[in-house]
């Protein structure tokens, strides 16, 4: 096999359009991967002026009251990754600023994509759109004619006669195609670690090799694929014409139909009707700025007992302070609820599009690759949770102060500057990768089941050539 | 024309599976295309509808209460809707974008807006409840089967695989100088048979767009469907010629079918996402801190500030309120005053917002000046506004929000400080203002 890797690489070289070819690609993905780099950066930077701008402005609140400054409130931006340059996956259309403030959970705004007029369909130029679309284009084109080529030309037979296997033949040609894309994956690995390696964590590298294996799997499906419906169709334009159809399907066309179809499996709820359950829910609970509510005199009793006094005027604590917080916590759980339902769904939406992977390996591919560079829906979903948490810490934080450092009637209380900057401020760090892993098994076992069914496909198949 | 090529062609193309399969399928996705958009219009439109109900039966139980005597709901007592503040309060007033009649022909950007806002007096047109509705983002990026992504991105390749081999064939199979003895031009030869094609796509796609046409508003009552029409039928025409020029100098169908991918990959793929990359470069996504600092910070500090200045800023935007301003008067407008802040801080948020809009159209001009190289997306976002589905049509939406927020605090301004008592027809006079 070795031979036939070698005398392969010998022909490729020969060949002036392989080598301008593959010098363009290699150029492209050295241009590519670092614009995206500069690009991410600068996009990193915005986004720690914007946080570190809020963040002063909260460290310079003078005194005030601190419900008021619950409503004054705080934003969470949500950062990049430096593996974003790589794949930016979802986050041109999430928005990229959360208002976090009392009493209400706001919804992530202010999209990149709903900024300007379309521009591309496909995303940005970066180093997944040459992974994912333009190199398996490539390798079909590389490998649709070399098994038919070497039948109609009679050098299998003279192969054969010299004593090769057809086994070895045929895996020889996959691996020498399959080097060409690992050399292409390699090169992008280096000039993105070249660029940002002081950044990188151990997490990043782990990030960056499942992003290699990923692509790896899926070239050499791309590859063994082709060549199989040459030895399938022994004819150049059979071939070349399923093997276009098929990608065209697994990259343009299924993904659409399988995500329109796993949305009308898993029906999300329109934001009206979610908006409209919530506040019958909320409804239900204390409003702290409605002194009639019934259930506030429940509240009440239980406060007044456990202080052992008789009115809130009594209280040694502020009482609006302690209906605020309750319905907070009432609130936390209605939203608790109807998010956490619709995060499931999200989520078993996914599920659904990653079973899709296993008639279609380009879902499994954009999946992985978008996990490995942490651009995907599992891990926007892992921040909007963070910042859900951060504001509860906030609130909570705010409302104790107003409880507790003032009382009940003394609503005009200020609270000093020193207060407001030792509220902790909202730093979101990206997941590890292996506590996520679980959710992309299934696209790593797809990956893995195509490959195998290929190569005992291919083996198959080749058992049954007789070649006279 | 010679109709014996076209006829020769017609039966090449039912026989060839490959051929007639591929052109079946993509007119059943087009077909199928058109259903998903009409059910995201009707699905808009079932919202738009719930919500216009919803706030029919709030402006009823306010127009009950002036007619029983109520002052407003039982447990607030501190609402008086006699009071203009308080009743225009309890004006619930919605901003809607409805879906265009021409969705289903192409759903363009309308999945990354959202298209209704409700509007409240401290309202802004850059609020958080505006966003798009609740959605898989991973679906966003792969983008619905809308009919005008199939037309631009999906129907040349399928224009590929009926023409990739026209010549290119006959070259493979050595046959190449018989149809030269048999048609003294190779090249009207050529013309001919890739004019089967050009006529049975044009023919399919116009059929279709007339169909949705006819369905949805009546053709002839809307120009719109003939410009789709021309636009498609121009950006066929070009691939059709494109594709001409390169099965004349065809070496062998998989040279050309390599051709052919490549020029679809370079003006579909490459050029948009290139664009695109340089566009994120030079205007980085905004983080809109201008405008969360005119919304937040600047608002507090409007609250903050003394009656008297706070009067100076108002008299400003509201000269009608001149009349009022001595001292004496500002102590007994003090209530009026802090309830016409709201007009202040929607001042400072239209102007806030006007710098955003000028960043977006900074960049909107960017991508407008790369079109002459960049043409998908020219046809893609000159398709998206035929179908009121792009930028644009989104701004206006937001211009129509700041309308109606601009009403509802004028109108309060107006009816606060002339010292107007609300009864039942003037709530209903507000109705019609603010609705």
Known sequence: MINIFYNEWKGFLRNKLFIFLTSFFVFSLFLVTYLSVLQNKKQIENQEDAHEYIRSQWDEIDSTNAHSAAHFGTFAFKPNTILNSLDEGINSVTGLVLRLEGHKQNDVAYSERSQSLEISKFGKFKPYLIFQFIIPLLLIFLSFNSYTSEVSSGRLKLLIVQGNNINKIVFGKIFTLYSISIILLIITIIIQSLFTFDEFSLDEMIRLFIFFLCYAFYYFIIISLTIFLSIVFKNNISSLSISLIIWLLWTIFLPKTIGNFTENLHNLPSRFELKEEMTNDRSKGIDGHNPSDKRRSELEKEVLKKYNVETVAQLPINFSGILLQADEEYGNKVWDKHFGRVHEILKKQKRTYQISGLINPFASLQSLSMASCGTDLIHHLDFLNASESYRRYFVEALNNEYTFVSTSGDNAYLSNNEFFRSINDFIYVSPKFSLFFHYYFLDALSLTIWILILIFSINYKLRKIVIQ | ?435
């Not at chain 2, 950007?109 to 802004?124: A, E, H």
């Not at chain 2, 006529?199 to 767009?209: K, N, Q, T, Y």
């Not at chain 2, 917002?353 to 043409?375: D, G, M, V, W």
Request: proline letters at 3%; hydrophobic letters at 40%.
């Open chain 2, 1 to 435: 024309m010679n109709l014996n090529i076209l006829l020769y062609e017609f039966h090449h193309f039912i026989k060839n599976k490959a051929k007639l399969f591929s052109f079946i399928f993509f007119m059943a996705i087009c077909v199928f295309s058109i259903y998903n958009g009409i059910v995201i219009s009707n699905s808009q439109t079932n919202t738009i509808e719930d919500i216009t109900n919803k706030v029919t039966k709030e402006h009823v139980k306010v127009i009950e209460w002036f007619e029983n005597g109520d002052k407003g709901p039982e447990d607030r007592s501190w609402v008086n809707i006699e009071d203009p503040f308080w009743s225009i309060r309890y004006t619930p007033t919605y901003v809607f974008k409805y879906p265009s009649p021409l969705l289903p022909l192409g759903i363009g950007q309308t999945k990354q807006f959202g298209f209704y806002k409700k509007i409240n007096r401290w309202s802004s047109t850059y609020d958080t409840d505006i966003v798009q509705e609740i959605s898989n983002y991973e679906r966003l990026i792969n983008g619905d089967i809308d009919f005008s992504f199939l037309i631009i991105f999906l129907l040349p390749i399928l224009i590929i695989i009926l023409t990739y081999n026209i010549n290119g064939l006959e070259i493979d199979l050595g046959i190449h100088k018989l149809i030269s003895i048999q048609h003294k031009n190779v090249k009207i030869w050529l013309v001919n048979r890739m004019l089967f094609y050009f006529i049975l796509v044009i023919v399919s796609i116009d059929l279709l767009i007339l169909l949705v046409g006819l369905l949805n508003i009546g053709v002839y009552n809307h120009p719109t469907i003939f410009q789709i029409i021309l636009i498609s039928n121009i950006y066929i025409l070009i691939y059709f010629l494109i594709f001409y020029f390169l099965n004349i100098y065809t070496k062998n169908s998989s040279n050309t079918a390599f051709k052919m991918i490549s020029i679809w990959l370079l003006f579909c793929v490459i050029i948009p996402g290139s664009v695109h990359q340089y566009v994120n470069y030079k205007y980085p996504a905004n983080y809109m801190v201008d405008f969360l600092d005119v919304n937040r910070k600047q608002t507090y500090d409007v609250f903050k500030l003394e009656n008297s200045e706070l009067f100076d800023m108002l008299y400003e935007i509201h000269p009608s309120i001149s009349k009022e301003k001595d001292l004496e008067d500002l102590t007994s407008n003090k209530q009026n005053i802090r309830r016409s802040i709201s007009s202040i801080v929607n001042q400072m948020n239209i102007n806030a917002a006007y710098e955003i809009e000028k960043q977006n159209e900074a960049k909107n001009n960017l991508i407008r000046s790369t079109y002459l190289f960049n043409p998908i997306s020219f046809i893609q976002n000159t398709w998206n506004s035929y179908t009121n589905s792009d930028y644009y049509a989104y701004k206006d939406f937001r211009i129509k929000i700041q309308e109606s927020i601009n009403a509802r605090n004028n109108l309060m301004i107006d009816d606060l400080w002339s010292g107007k008592k609300v009864d039942s027809e003037t709530y209903k006079e507000y109705l019609k203002v603010l609705n």
